[in-house]
């Protein structure tokens, strides 16, 4: 149980052009989905935390207008990353939290297998 | 502000010998979670062991164990008896005690585990 997938696993786009990420909670439901970005041989850094049925949060220094985050379903979180720079290269990784394991102490986040954006 | 230090960027350890991976926090939460993950070259994110701050006693799972020391705040990662398929990246990562949904990542150890 608790798997996370994203769509798509890699995905090579011009320098200008908008690049649509899918994140899915398979056999839960996530009220709540996080984005993390992590460049090459670092850490995992949060982007923004993203909320069904509201708007996202955003991370201190993450911009909101060129990382558009939607989050329409219990299931479904899209993270669009608008005007994509080559500085956007990265790797992206969302995770969830299982609504039903609300009470869970650990508030455990299960992760996603990561998108890697290359931006030409 | 929640911190998390790693301060080894990459271990080797013989198969089927232990290794430990140190991991301190800084924090100034009552209530914490610590949890360390498994990122192999494919970059899947894999849940492998937490501990709470009140839990008295370490965290096990299987071949993981936590060293947790409360007063040093550290909260180590000791696998046993080695594998090959146990070469990855580990990360230490935090949850404070008012935003339960908030991770903080500490910057890795690549672990390289030889024949």
């Excluded at chain 1, 398979?26 to 670092?42: E, G, N, V």
């Excluded at chain 1, 608008?82 to 102490?105: K, M, N, W």
């Excluded at chain 2, 492998?48 to 164990?65: C, M, V």
Aim: with cysteine; net charge neutral.
């Amino acid at each position: 149980g608790a798997v996370v997938s994203q769509h798509p696993s890699w995905v090579i786009c011009k320098s200008g052009t908008s690049v649509k990420i899918e994140c899915r909670s398979l056999d839960f439901q996530a009220t709540t989905m996080f984005w993390y970005r992590q460049f090459p041989k670092q850490s995992l850094m949060l982007m923004a935390t993203s909320n069904e049925g509201s708007k996202a949060t955003y991370e201190q220094g993450v911009e909101k207008d060129k990382f558009l985050i939607n989050h329409a379903s219990l299931t479904l979180s899209t993270l669009t990353v608008t005007s994509a720079h080559p500085e956007d290269s990265s790797f992206y990784i969302c995770s969830a939290r299982d609504l039903q394991a609300g009470g869970s102490v650990t508030y455990e986040q299960y992760f996603g297998p990561g998108t890697r954006l290359t931006v030409t | 502000a929640q911190k998390i230090t790693q301060t080894q960027p990459g271990m080797f350890v013989q198969e089927k010998e232990a290794v430990t991976l140190d991991c301190t926090y800084d924090t100034s939460d009552q209530s914490y979670g610590l949890f360390w993950y498994k990122q192999p070259s494919s970059g899947e994110m894999i849940f492998l062991i937490y501990q709470g701050s009140y839990d008295e006693q370490n965290a096990t799972e299987g071949r993981y164990s936590l060293n947790f020391q409360k007063a040093r705040k550290s909260a180590n990662l000791v696998i046993s008896a080695s594998q090959l398929g146990d070469s990855a990246m580990y990360f230490c990562a935090m949850r404070g005690e008012y935003n339960f949904n908030k991770f903080y990542f500490g910057s890795g150890t690549k672990l390289n585990v030889k024949p």
